[in-house]
């Protein structure tokens, strides 16, 4: 395919074809951003106020990390609940108060909001502020959805950050111009980021969410926000809102994609290009050299993505600029258009870009295309090996360290390794 | 509203899919929210399969709620019988969908669909997997049983048995059919029908030819088998074929209800297990005290099993399926114990703490809780987990089963003359019964309590080279203790080999990811 056709479903207007499409969609809900978002926050604890499907979801996606004494539950709601034989309100307050009896080691509280709790509209905003009077300063509480009706996979996250942007302390009004990075990242990679930042010369740099969730830095209209993930479109909005203003950048995947984020702020914050230069050189080569790695299995194979978590759009740039693949589809659950401006002008133009998800016409083209790799979700993954498919889960790119120079090796290791692995078997 | 960490069994729409992926030509088309969709994984990833279960999700979203949701399931439906073609459908709604009311089972009636479609009313907030896949499997052979089909009169033929219950991720059901076929085999039986597993909804049409049912799994099949006796006035076969003396008993009664002869199947020469209980070397296995949870049936055999053919002494029996507590309670009865019917692990857990069981039989949940209580365990019964699914034939009923369980269950125990050595130097550090038996790879110490720490301070340190404190700078040294544990030990030595070759005096922060980019692949 050497154009982009014109798809039923195509938005003409715009730059690009986006086919975009309805349908049964093979995703998690915002709930299972809690996996990662528990453990990142350490002082945080998550309370999910829904059904047993939730329950069953967030262990099934979870794991065996469940047994490492999770910070976060589910308030199962029952049929006295929905029958209106006991006040809703009034379980939560009592469920509420035995789990920070039990663990006096929480300092934040997210009530998270479900499918079912939306659907009855039980107001979770009221029950924070109530329990928030009762329970501050020893606990903040504060609430947000991860409903599968609302939020898709990361965007879990995204509702997650965009209710703690309200608790941030503001900026005193003559703070000097101040960096945020936003998204959680494996604290080791958070640490390398400061790290690069602190050897460019941009110090007091403020990251959300912060590693105590009591520790939020301050925002205000001398914050420069640089965004860590695709997703978080509510969150930059909720920044915006407070003053903040954008970086447009790269997201930092890939040895080019991590200069170009770093390099982005180093440009608003007025960093010398030599200086710039000099700092980024070695990790820049380190993590080309470390790319060369995979190049022999990725190059010149053509890769389609299934819509998951929204990393999509930037990972099939680094793979088309950065490893000579060629991507087929990108399919992403939802594409920010504004976020991603950046990346999509650098994927090849003969890549079908889509948004939502039909999952059986999905799969249709997918069999059409036959891609040297497929990218889905846990749920198709063995199904499409059976038919004969390389695939990769796409999960592991959420639950893994891939972001900036040190990462970009097992980045694209994590593509190679299928691939490799396809071609060693012999059974 | 019910604080729950884990739970044993998902919602009743689960255990509808456990039906309709165990079937064939059998379509489900579920009402539901985004994200319902993670079932699909259970089977996928746990169970291995090879196909999606067959489970339309109509998808809906907050912004359909106002409009039309009922339009949604309908175009569904209709796209899933053009595009998949079943023989039939079974509809209904995900906890969510239960909430907006709109009522699959009506809206499908009205559609005039190219092939049945059976509603399911399952109770998200009453009711739980087992319950649904019980109630799904009766309401599609109410649905789908031809009432004039029935037993032909014998005249010398064979007799007919239906077998029910193995489902998709069911414990270890795929293999314990294969030994119900093979008694029935060496019995004469034919095999009229096994649902739901495999079967087709027009297999199931012919439900009524067999003379009698044999209930595998009483949790998935007794409703079922209580409406074909019923309807069909078929005989059902309730004794559940787990462990030496179950199997004998579960033939004599199949071969009675056949008119066969018992004997082929009862000398099967493959029966190991009471050999292997009574030789001497089991004589260690005397009384060990084991806790026992797990679904009621799986409970239950294996208290049998544990008292009477392994010769344990059973210190504990509960079940989480409250609906199967009666049988909980009543072999309770026979052990002496006070039967635990909970559904919430951290019951479970204080319980098996209280008892002190030499050995825990339980699910993958008891089987975390035994590891971090440093108690040997052997998986029994359901939820499932990868490991449950093995490659190799690995069945519970049946006597091949009852060889398989000897050695699930005698394999994590200490043996008995290592036992012996235990006792008598206990005061070894390494040689301790708190490390557990020899021949494991993974010993799973207890993680508290001061006798550990009074070892440890009396283990010798391991030797370290003296250059390797300034060989490290504190900045890589505290980086390399960002590095998760697991794999410290080859990044410690893969970057000291990698400054060596490249004549490095120091290992700083660059040497550390020069390193990591050299070995990266």
Sequence with gaps: MNAPTSLPGCDSQQARPILRERGQREVFCGLTGIVWLHRKMQDAFFLVVGSRTCAHLLQSAAGVMIFAEPRFATAIMEERDLAGMVDCQDELDRVVNRLLARRPDIKTLFLVGSCPSEVIKLDLGKAAERLGARHMPQVRILNYSGSGIETTFTQGEDACLAALVPEMPRQAKDAPKQLLIVGALPDIVEDQFLRLFDQLGIDDVGVLPARNARDLPPVGPNTRYLLAQPFLADTAMALEGRGAKRIDALFPFGAEGTTGWLHAAAREFGIDEMHFNRVVAPGRERAKRAIEHSRAALEGKRISFLPDSQLEVPLARFLATELGMEPVEVGTPYLHRAHCAQELDLIPPSARISEGQHVDRQLDRVREDKPDLTVCGLGLANPLESEGFTTKWAIELVFSPIHGFDQAGDLAELFARPMRRRDRLEV | ?521
């Excluded at chain 2, 929210?33 to 279960?53: C, N, S, V, W």
């Excluded at chain 2, 029908?193 to 049912?213: C, E, H, K, M, Y």
């Excluded at chain 2, 290592?418 to 993680?447: I, N, V």
């Design chain 2, 1 to 521: 509203m019910q604080l729950s960490v884990w739970t044993y069994e998902g919602p009743p729409h689960v255990g509808a899919m456990r039906i309709a992926t165990a079937m064939e030509g059998l379509h489900y088309v579920l009402h539901a929210p985004q994200g319902d969709t993670y079932a699909d994984l259970l089977f996928t990833m746990i169970e291995r399969r090879g196909k999606r279960p067959p489970v339309t999700y109509t998808t809906f979203e907050a912004r359909d709620l106002g409009k039309d949701t009922a339009q949604l399931f309908q175009d569904a439906a209709r796209e899933a019988a053009e595009r998949f073609k079943p023989q039939a459908m079974i509809v209904g709604a995900s906890c969510t969908a239960e909430l907006i009311q709109d009522d699959p089972g009506g809206l499908t009636e009205a559609m005039d669909l190219p092939c049945p479609a059976i509603p399911l009313e399952l109770p998200s907030y009453q009711r739980k997997e087992n319950w649904g896949a019980a109630e799904t499997f009766y309401q599609v052979v109410r649905h789908l049983a031809d009432k004039d089909i029935v037993a032909e009169p014998r005249e010398g033929r064979p007799a007919r048995a239906n077998i029910l219950g193995p489902t998709a991720l069911g414990f270890r059901h795929r293999d314990d059919l294969v030994e119900i076929r093979k008694i029935l085999d060496t019995l004469g039986i034919e095999v009229n029908l096994v649902a739901p597993l495999n079967a087709t909804p027009s297999d199931i049409s012919r439900i009524g030819a067999a003379n009698f049912n044999i209930v595998l799994y009483p949790e998935i099949a007794d409703e079922v088998a209580r409406w074909l006796e019923r309807t069909f006035k078929q005989p059902a076969v309730r004794t559940i074929p787990i462990g030496v003396s179950a199997t004998r008993a579960f033939i004599t009664e199949v071969a009675e209800l056949a008119g066969a002869d018992p004997t082929p199947a009862l000398g099967d020469t493959n029966s190991r297990m009471p050999w292997w209980s009574r030789s001497i070397d089991s004589t260690y296995l005397t009384g060990k005290r084991v806790f026992i949870f797990g679904d009621a049936t799986h409970a239950v055999a294996a208290a049998r099993i544990a008292q009477d053919e392994l010769g344990f002494e059973v210190c504990g029996l509960g079940c989480y399926n409250r609906e199967f507590a009666r049988d909980v309670r009543e072999a309770a009865k026979l052990y002496g114990v006070e039967p635990l019917i909970t559904d919430d692990h951290l019951a479970v857990e204080d319980a098996i703490i209280e008892a002190a069981p030499e050995m825990v039989l339980g699910t993958q949940m008891e089987r975390h809780i035994a590891k971090r209580l440093g108690m040997p365990c052997a998986v029994i019964s359901a939820p499932v987990h990868v490991q449950d699914f093995p490659a190799r034939h690995s069945p519970q009923m049946g006597f091949e089963g009852a060889n398989v369980i000897f050695d699930t269950w005698v394999h994590p125990l200490v043996m008995g003359l290592e036992e012996h050595l235990l006792t008598m130097f206990r005061e070894d550090f390494e040689f301790s019964d708190e490390a557990g038996a020899s021949h494991h790879a993974a010993h799973s110490p207890r993680t508290s309590g001061p006798k550990l720490a009074e070892r440890t301070e009396e283990a010798p340190q391991p030797v370290i080279p003296a250059n390797d404190a300034n060989l490290w700078t504190d900045e890589a040294e505290r980086e390399l203790k960002k590095i998760p544990f697991f794999v410290r030990g080859k990044a410690r030595r893969n970057t000291e080999a990698y400054a060596a070759d490249q004549g490095r005096a120091q290992i700083d922060l660059d040497t550390l990811y020069d390193a990591k980019a050299h070995y990266a692949r």
